[in-house]
């Protein structure tokens, strides 16, 4: 393991807009991605929660990539997610990324059985990497455990670390917890801790953590590259003081109703995109005065 990380930056939690008939819209989707690139962005985490992946059979997410890489977005640009609760399919997905060249993955546990010890979390994971066997990927854990009931431990992580030093890179960790990323940070010189809440990128990155890959970045990616830019440059404290306060508005007022349907809501109202509007069920679209109100305090944003 480098004392480097492999993985460092701003990296967007990107949302994926859906067609009249609830396909994903790629033609939008791969302008989006674009755009957050274009905003500062060092890549873009498609296929993730903010993404609705785990609403999408495994011909769509293999589409929605394809068609990232045909719009022209860098390979190296792009980190999907690829875990799904079968093994033999996460391996499906990690292989067709690699086939296109995209060699970086956030990969979730099988998240369907709870209650699983880190023995069978490590069996998982070994037998997915060794079942993949290319040198060229780079897997970033996803700890979420919110959402997944799946847990990934401090000593999980180090076991998977000493068994694949050139694989497993990094965590996204989406708990919420600073402690546990600062004690990932301190653990595992040289691997990448990417923080899934925009508030905490700043702290993070002071304590020397790798960058983010989070939500609101679909809406305030320019505040968050400043953030990271300058954590540290006492010289532009104001500046990154104003990004981060401009970075907690954005992210508090996404959580004002559902978090996936409103991040999807407001970067319809960034770009005049209705078609944003809808996420897929059991997901719904803001009602029309969740709509009404959120229109309302979007426009007073920064």
């Not at 394809?66 to 799904?84: D, S, W």
């Not at 099988?110 to 699983?116: H, Q």
């Not at 990448?192 to 983010?212: I, K, N, T």
């Not at 981060?244 to 991040?263: D, E, G, H, K, M």
């Amino acid at each position: 393991m480098t004392t480097e990380p492999r993985i460092k930056g701003v990296y967007s939690a990107a949302t994926t807009p859906l067609n009249a008939d609830q396909s994903p819209d790629i033609g939008l989707f791969t302008r989006h991605c674009q755009r957050l690139l274009d905003d500062g962005c060092h890549g873009v985490a498609l296929l993730g929660t903010t993404g609705e992946a785990n609403s999408f059979s495994l011909s769509e997410r293999r589409s929605i990539l394809e068609g990232a890489v045909k719009a022209g977005i860098a390979p190296g640009k792009l980190m999907p997610g690829t875990g799904v609760a079968a093994i033999p399919e996460t391996v499906e997905l990690t292989r067709h990324a690699l086939s296109l060249g995209v060699t970086r993955v956030v990969m979730l546990p099988p998240f369907y059985y709870k209650g699983v010890s880190d023995d069978g979390l490590f069996a998982a994971y070994a037998r997915i990497i060794e079942a993949i066997g290319d040198d060229r990927l780079q897997v970033v854990l996803y700890h979420i455990p919110q959402v997944s009931g799946i847990p990934l431990s401090l000593s999980l992580v180090g076991r998977l670390i000493e068994a694949f030093p050139d694989t497993v890179v990094g965590i996204k960790d989406s708990a919420g917890d600073f402690a546990n990323m600062e004690a990932l940070i301190a653990a595992f010189p040289g691997f990448s801790v990417l923080a899934g809440a925009d508030p905490l990128l700043l702290p993070l990155v002071r304590a020397g953590g790798a960058g983010c890959i989070t939500a609101t970045s679909n809406l305030v990616a320019a505040s968050l590259r400043t953030v990271y830019d300058h954590a540290n440059d006492p010289a532009k404290a104001a500046v990154v003081e104003t990004a981060q306060a401009r970075i907690n508005a954005y992210r508090s007022l996404s959580n004002s109703y559902v978090q996936i349907p409103t991040i999807k809501a407001m970067v319809g109202l960034k770009h005049g995109e209705p078609a944003w509007t809808e996420p897929r069920p059991p997901l719904m679209a803001l009602n029309t005065a969740e709509q009404a109100d959120l229109a309302a305090k979007f426009a007073q944003l920064p």
